[in-house]
């Protein structure tokens, strides 16, 4: 037996197998933040594919932390029975689902939210203390629905540019006071973060933080020495299970590697802008292909650093034997897929049962367009709606 169908556990879970569907937002959420049929359809088609372990979407704490006008939330009482659903649904096909926790900070507009974006070191809007805190309960109170959902556990969104991956990256966070300006210090919101969800989780539920190993900003942010550093300190607060990524709303090429859909992209460009968005994106084309497990290098450098915390790197996976030696060497203990199982929701039933030896997605990268879009995600490598 492949080693890919060995269970593994986690905290006091048992995962049928080494898979795991790696949250992405799907715009499927009403504009209320609500759960639709449509996200109960998609969470149980993974379930019923065998996927070990489901992260889902990227939920948001709180209604200034929203992305996207579809994005889920979990800011609010009344979004319980309908997380209940999703949680049921998965569980219903033997899965074990996990809800992913985030809040924007800069990463999103006035639009969606109805007021200037927040960060770290906002021009407009820089946290103060009492605004820090407010966030701080905000993923308390959102940990403390989750487990009145039924879910298995959370994740923290510490990755791509959202709030905590901000306070975490010199890039992002200038400050000088108690929550910047040194490494202890930028870490401290996920330190606050992690001691508010941990008294309002049952026992049972699992803790992971999805984290960048490199930001790839235009200045330094999070680079793979200063990504391991975080990973020991989170290890050391006996978080359950690390996952690795890379990239932010500046540098999303980097994040998910492969095609980039230029004419696609135009079409939502200004005519004034085109000519130069074109050829920046022509320039990036080629910097950027697909590399199999192309986190995998940083994971190994945290490896050695987390004391056997459970470890497990997003990116890239397509083929099986690529992912059967990553495992068997000890590199990672998990394999996360995202585009793969948004093309093929039984991937891995279908690699258990000898169908397949890799993905079929071809990394076209229109489903990361699709997020930008506000149009439901689902694979487009046939191309984007007009």
Known sequence: MSILFTPFILRKIELKNRFVFSACEDNLATEDGLVTEAIIHKNRRLAKGEVGLIISSHLSVHLWGRTRKHQLGIYSDHMIP???????????????????????????????????????????????????????????KAAERAAQAGADGIQLHAAHGYLINEFLSPFFNHRDDTWGGSEENRFRLIKEILIAVKAVLTREMVLLVKLNAHDHTPGEGVIPPLAVAYAKRLADLGIDGLEVSCGTSISPWNMCRGDIPVQEILRGVSEPRRAKVEESLERMKGRVNLEEGYNLAAAKMMRSMMGGTPLFAVGGWRNVRAMEEAVHRGDIDLIPLCRPLIREPSLVRNIREGKVDAASCISCNRCLIAVGRNIPVRCYYRGLPE
Do not use: C, Y
């Open 82 to 140: 309908g997380l209940r659903r999703v949680v049921e649904s998965v569980h219903g096909e033997s899965g074990k689902i996990i809800f992913q926790l985030g809040h924007a900070g800069l990463s999103t507009t006035r639009e969606v939210i109805g007021r200037p974006p927040m960060g770290p070191s906002a021009k407009d809007d820089q946290m103060n203390e009492d605004s820090i805190r407010e966030v701080i309960n905000a993923f308390g």
